[in-house]
């Protein structure tokens, strides 16, 4: 998914070092999780100065790819801004789109349709450089919003897997208590209910106990 290309925008100005120290203080409020990583340190202040005026938490910056690499494990981002020019960049944007953060790229030579050859499904934003303020902003919106789909559907999944596999032990467990206790298929069901509320466990925490009794019975 590639966006914002091309635009025509009002160029990133300086921006004053304190200036800086005053916004990032003031944006740690906010919940959209942003890395920058770029060689230049006065791109990496301009780019800073705009996240943090448009209420973004710049949570860490590095000047190379394997510090990108190490921070971005550590911190978990919902957006890398990348500098096509970075040394090692491109392993940055493959570990990125292979944990399904989005990323904000900014161009320098490089076409789009390489790039979604490339990274087929990635959430990838382009901004070709120099840098424009509005294009930056739009790209980072529509990787947040795209990010943000994607982990609600990868949430949605895993608790429907969850939900899966528990039923998967119950069952399992209801049949034990049917064939060892002579329970009927309700009953078995009410006896790991009822021990799951009376000890404050999940139904799925009861029934694996279960089925671990009923095997260390089988050895002996």
């Given amino acids: 998914m590639l966006a914002g290309w091309p635009a025509q925008e009002v160029a990133i100005g300086v921006v004053r070092v304190e200036e800086i120290a005053v916004l990032r203080k003031e944006a740690s409020m906010y919940r959209a999780k942003v890395f920058l990583a770029a060689t230049e340190g006065e791109l990496r202040r301009r780019v800073e100065a705009v996240l943090l005026r448009e209420g973004y938490h710049l949570v860490g910056q590095a000047d190379s790819a394997a510090e990108a690499l190490r921070r971005i494990r550590a911190l978990s981002p919902e957006v890398v801004i990348l500098d096509e020019d970075l040394p090692g960049g491109w392993e940055v944007l ?23 050859e490339r990274y087929p499904g990635a959430v990838i934003g382009l901004v070709p450089k120099p840098v424009r303020k509005v294009l930056l902003v739009s790209s980072l919106q529509t990787c947040l919003a795209a990010w943000r789909r994607v982990s609600a559907l990868e949430e949605e999944v895993n608790r429907l897997k969850e939900k899966l596999e528990t039923r998967k032990v119950v069952e399992r467990a209801k ?17 790991i209910q009822k021990e799951s509320m009376d000890r404050c466990l999940p139904m799925r925490a009861i029934a694996e106990a279960i089925i671990l009794a009923n095997e260390l019975k089988g050895k002996k």
Avoid at 175 to 191: D, F, K, N, W
């Fill in 94 to 116: 493959r570990v990125a789109a292979g944990e399904h953060i989005g990323a904000v790229l900014l161009l320098g030579s490089s076409c789009p349709q390489e790039l979604e």
């Fill in 175 to 191: 049949g034990i208590l049917m064939q060892t206790l002579g329970l009927s298929e309700q009953e078995a069901y009410r006896r």
